[in-house]
């Protein structure tokens, strides 16, 4: 496909490039399909903590900052920094675990990479960040190419007119500094990792190519004989006369349309249901898809199934379905650091599979696209969230445009991803007016940018007097499913899990998106001694048993696969900055707790 793609590109006509540098561009989908060059590898790096690289003595932004990369011309030349004597760090990666002076480190740290090119005309190129956190700035040979806030989605520039024949540098200032108006606010019980954390590459498409599409199985009848798959697209143009066609060979199916006025297009294509093999747990079927918009052609490989809800349960193909997860951070398997390869992914989400979960909540922000990929053809579910977590500022205009264009970047990224289920648009957070009227807004437009797939949220119960759990919260007119986290055995008495009763008065499957207890592996006493592996063993035991009391419980995904490290979590000898609630250390060993899910699982 590649090979192609490159064929098809130096054969464009020669049309100059009209890169608009500095304006966002939509983020492209599917940035694996096309021919790219990866800029992955050592980076220069300096550490600014006074962010002295961007703003003169008085706090004025320099406008020749750290990122025109000025070297002495004559002898006198006064310039306070070198780039290429500065030390290099492996990107992707965190900064926190590459250099140790760096491992609480939150500020500025610069980085630079040189790389070769020859400046096209006849198709454009693109910078592509899987993600940088968390507020970062892009220079080209000393061009601005643009500004991205938010640690865990992806964006790419336009460069073509930025770049030039020879060598190139890229610049890129981040800022992992934490604000009360940020998304994540100022306080998370995670590790802050600053830095490129994620795949940069640069990638090669046409002039006119397929920003974004859809195809999707439309929900039906049991007994219906033919399924619609529902298409969408548009081009980066907003042109009419293109021609787009999708192709599917496995089923035949090839049909074409034409763009109007804004480049989009639209439609139904038809196959017979008996020719169709849905995507579900047990047999991850995808299909390999062809797109093509003139003579520029992209491949995916898409799963089809329906997901929906009737009353209480969860429809995976129109089958009720127990969602069997758990929750995982993005971190590596073995130590911290962020997790950014496939063998990462693979690694956790074999731990997930050894529990017996069919789904997984990737917590508490979109994971690298990897872990959604794997997971897909690994057939498990997933749960896929945004950053709004604990006290976001509710009022703050700036605040809500900012989760907004995390929902946007996360639902564009993965939407035709057959394996994600769920969109969850926060967890845990405070009851007020200005809440609602925030994540209400949140919940109706990520309909609007999807409306196949569940919305739901991590919210908490009240507790009442008599041991009862009441779960009340005005969010639920918004959700699909109604999930929530309890920590009975951990924040409360294990000994009242027995007695507790569950009012949950809505008419809605409901999921517990997190329960669990903290465990030192290898720590061994009492099952009352806390920290200890029969601690959290019993309370387990105690919480499984008290789960399948819940009416219309559809689901749980226990907090959490693998210990993970937070500056939360400070008690010398048992946490040392690793939140302990995991199933697995964060070495990797399992812990007791472990096989008690696995059992119960074995029952669902
Ligand atoms: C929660 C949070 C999760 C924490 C967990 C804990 O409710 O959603 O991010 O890590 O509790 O360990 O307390």
Same mark, same amino acid.
């Given at each position: 496909m590649k090979k192609l793609l490159t064929t098809m590109l130096l054969a464009a006509s020669g049309v100059l490039a009209a890169s608009?540098?500095?304006?966002?561009?939509?983020?492209?989908?599917?940035?694996?399909?096309?021919?790219?060059?990866?800029?992955?590898?050592?980076?220069?790096?300096?550490?600014?903590?006074?962010?002295?690289?961007?703003?003169?003595?008085?706090?004025?932004?320099?406008?020749?900052?750290?990122?025109?990369?000025?070297?002495?011309?004559?002898?006198?030349?006064?310039?306070?920094?070198?780039?290429d004597k500065s030390p290099t760090m492996k990107i992707p990666s965190d900064w926190n675990t590459q250099d140790e002076k760096l491992f609480f480190y939150e500020g500025t740290v610069w980085f630079k990479k040189s790389f070769q090119a020859v400046p096209m005309t006849e198709c454009r190129t693109l910078l592509y960040f899987g993600a940088v956190n968390y507020d970062c700035h892009v220079w080209v040979n000393g061009k601005k190419a643009g500004h991205h806030v938010g640690g865990f989605t992806p964006f790419n520039y336009d460069i073509s007119d930025l770049l030039k024949k020879g060598e190139n540098t890229v610049i890129v200032k981040v800022d992992n500094k934490r604000h009360a108006e940020d998304v994540p606010t100022q306080i998370f019980d995670w590790w802050n990792y600053g830095g490129i954390t994620r795949d940069v590459k640069l990638v090669k498409v046409p002039m006119n190519y397929l920003e974004n599409y859809d195809l999707q199985l439309m929900k039906a009848a049991g007994k219906a004989k033919v399924r619609e798959l529902a298409f969408?697209?548009?081009?980066?143009?907003?042109?009419?006369?293109?021609?787009?066609?999708?192709?599917?060979?496995?089923?035949?199916?090839?049909?074409?349309?034409?763009?109007?006025?804004?480049?989009k297009v639209s439609g139904i294509l038809k196959v017979a249901a008996k020719k169709l093999q849905l995507w579900c747990p047990e047999t991850p079927k995808r299909y390999d898809v062809q797109l093509t918009l003139d003579a520029g052609m992209v491949a995916d490989s898409i799963g089809f199934r329906t997901i929906e809800t009737r009353g209480k349960q969860i429809l995976l193909n129109g089958k009720p379905i127990f969602l069997k997860g758990i929750s995982i951070h993005n971190e590596k398997p073995n130590g911290g650091g962020r997790a950014n390869s496939v063998e990462d992914a693979h690694t956790l989400l074999s731990w997930a599979k050894e529990l017996g979960c069919n789904f997984v909540r990737l917590a508490?922000?979109?994971?690298?696209?990897?872990?959604?990929?794997?997971?897909e053809r690994m057939g498990i579910l997933v749960w896929s969230e945004i950053p709004v977590y604990w006290t976001i500022a509710w009022t703050n205009p700036n605040t809500f445009a900012n989760a907004k264009q995390q929902l946007t970047d996360m639902i564009a990224r993965d939407h035709n991803r057959a394996n994600v289920i769920i969109w969850s648009i926060a967890n845990e957070t405070p009851h007020s007016a200005e809440r609602d009227k925030f994540l209400g807004g949140l919940a109706k437009y990520a309909r609007t940018l999807d409306n196949t797939r569940l919305i739901s949220m991590a919210m908490e119960v009240t507790g009442a007097s008599n041991y009862v759990n009441r779960l009340n919260d005005n969010m639920n007119e918004y959700v699909d499913v109604v999930s929530f986290n309890q920590y009975i055995g951990w924040y409360r008495d294990?000994?009242?899990? /027995?007695?507790? =009763?569950? *009012? !949950? /008065?809505?008419? =809605?499957? *409901? !999921?517990?998106?997190?329960?669990?207890?903290?465990?030192?592996?290898?720590?061994?006493?009492a099952k009352n001694q806390r920290w200890t592996e029969e601690f959290q063993e019993n309370l387990y035991k105690e919480n499984t048993a008290m789960l399948d009391k819940i009416e219309g419980l559809a689901g749980t995904t226990p907090w959490i696969l693998k210990d993970f490290r937070s500056p939360r979590r400070v008690l010398p000898g048992v946490q040392d900055y690793y939140n302990r609630k995991g199933l697995v250390s964060d070495k990797g060993e399992k812990k007791l707790a472990f096989y008690v899910l696995k059992k119960w699982y074995e029952t669902k």
């Open positions: 608009a540098a500095n304006e966002p561009l939509p983020l492209i989908q599917n940035v694996q399909a096309y021919e790219s060059c990866s800029l992955n590898g050592d980076w220069n790096y300096i550490v600014d903590v006074q962010e002295e690289g961007y703003y003169d003595y008085r706090m004025n932004p320099m406008r020749n900052g750290f990122f025109i990369n000025a070297k002495p011309q004559k002898p006198e030349d006064l310039i306070e920094y070198d780039f969408s697209a548009k081009m980066n143009a907003k042109e009419a006369g293109h021609q787009v066609e999708v192709y599917i060979p496995e089923l035949k199916l090839k049909q074409q349309f034409t763009t109007d006025a804004e480049g508490h922000y979109p994971h690298h696209e990897e872990m959604v990929r794997e997971a294990v000994n009242d899990a /027995p007695k507790m =009763k569950w *009012v !949950i /008065p809505y008419d =809605k499957p *409901v !999921i517990i998106s997190e329960f669990g207890g903290g465990a030192r592996y290898g720590y061994h006493g």
